[in-house]
């Protein structure tokens, strides 16, 4: 269900599980949508968009068939994959991620932001926002079962996105629906999950989702934002502790 002026979920057929496929057509109508994709600019190739998102070249091909069935984008051989989509005129645009003071900036800013929505989400849920995002908790570890644990950013998303919901704010849920997307490579490479142990790293980020939850579940609105800003700023940590960031060698 569509709430307020947020997007579409994934497409998957009602009451079918989104496969990989889903996931991965998903994440990059989102990039097209926010410009990170622009419109008539090649996509990646299929090797850069399977090590992208950490899935084989069949669940890459059948995403990219979904969006060319969708009219978002076009192949043409020798060619590659073209962008037929962009931003609308006048719509909502962040600056994209290029440098490492970038992705600080970003982390301020969201930190700032989301621990006023979920200060919001807890003066204002209803039951039905509470399940949203009960729901957005399971996600991350339905993608690490599949094998591809940085789709487990955009799981991350959903449950940003169900809180931001809970304001009954569209502005909010706009906002949080636009903000620039740290997945895999980029002109700045920031990997958010351990290779090493991505089940540690989700388990982690699912239980600072459930401190947030329970802030929120408690009506409890101080609780909810220092929760949030909390865990914003362990993400923040984690990008230049555990993974230090870096210009990428191949700019998208």
């Known amino acids: 269900m569509t709430?307020?002026?947020?997007?579409?979920?994934?497409?998957?057929?009602?009451?079918?599980?989104?496969?990989?496929?889903?996931?991965?057509?998903?994440?990059?109508?989102?990039?097209?949508?926010?410009?990170?994709?622009?419109?008539?600019?090649?996509?990646?190739?299929?090797?850069?968009?399977?090590?992208?998102?950490?899935?084989s070249r069949p669940i890459v091909r059948t995403a990219l068939q979904k969006l060319r069935e969708a009219g978002y984008v076009s192949s043409l051989k020798g060619s590659g994959t073209m962008v037929l989509r962009g931003p609308d005129p006048g719509g909502l645009r962040f600056p994209l991620i290029r440098t490492i003071a970038d992705v600080e900036q970003f982390f301020e800013y969201r930190a700032a932001l989301e621990g006023e929505i979920a200060r919001l989400a807890a003066l204002r849920r209803t039951p039905e926002a509470l399940d949203e995002i009960e729901a957005a908790l399971v996600e991350p570890e339905q993608v690490l079962l599949l094998g591809a644990p940085e789709l487990a950013r955009d799981a991350n998303f959903r449950f940003h996105r169900a809180v931001a919901r809970a304001t009954g704010n569209a502005f909010h849920v706009a906002t949080i629906e636009q903000l620039p997307n740290l997945i895999g490579l980029g002109p700045v490479e920031v990997r958010n999950f351990d290779e090493r142990d991505p089940a540690a790293r989700i388990a982690r980020i699912n239980a600072e989702h459930r401190s947030i939850l329970e802030a929120i579940h408690a009506r409890d609105a101080a609780r909810a934002e220092a929760e949030m800003q909390a865990h914003i700023n362990a993400a923040r940590q984690h990008v230049y502790q555990r993974h230090p960031a870096h210009i990428a060698d191949e700019q998208v």
């Open 3 to 55: 709430r307020g002026n947020a997007l579409p979920d994934v497409p998957a057929a009602e009451g079918r599980p989104a496969s990989l496929a889903d996931r991965v057509e998903e994440q990059i109508r989102r990039l097209i949508d926010r410009g990170e994709f622009p419109r008539d600019v090649r996509l990646p190739t299929e090797f850069e968009l399977c090590r992208r998102f950490s899935v």
